[in-house]
């Protein structure tokens, strides 16, 4: 708490000097960022999906009762 008012202080202190950023500036930070995420959401491919083969399918079910039985046994 105290720190956060203290920032606050020192913040309003440097706006007051003028040695703060401007408004201009965090504008114009904040549109390059947004658009900045825009270009790499569409960069990132999503997977896609693609049926597993029957015999992968069928390999992991097996495997999967395998492993209760060994486990119980």
Same mark, same amino acid.
Request: positive net charge; aromatic residues 4%.
């Given at each position: 708490?105290?720190?956060?008012?203290?920032?606050?202080?020192? %913040? =309003?202190?440097?706006?007051?000097? #003028?040695?703060? $950023?401007?408004?201009?500036?965090?504008?114009?930070?904040? !549109?390059?960022? @947004?658009?900045?995420?825009?270009?790499? %959401? =569409?960069?990132?491919?999503?997977? #896609?999906?693609? $049926?597993?083969?029957?015999?992968?399918?069928?390999?992991? !079910?097996?495997? @999967?009762?395998?492993?209760?039985?060994?486990?119980?046994?």
């Amino acid at each position: 708490m105290a720190c956060s008012v203290t920032f606050l202080l020192v %913040r =309003r202190l440097l706006d007051l000097l #003028r040695l703060g $950023p401007s408004p201009d500036q965090k504008d114009v930070e904040i !549109a390059v960022l @947004a658009h900045e995420l825009t270009v790499l %959401r =569409r960069q990132v491919a999503r997977p #896609r999906y693609s $049926p597993a083969e029957p015999g992968r399918t069928l390999a992991g !079910a097996s495997s @999967a009762s395998w492993a209760s039985a060994a486990s119980s046994a």
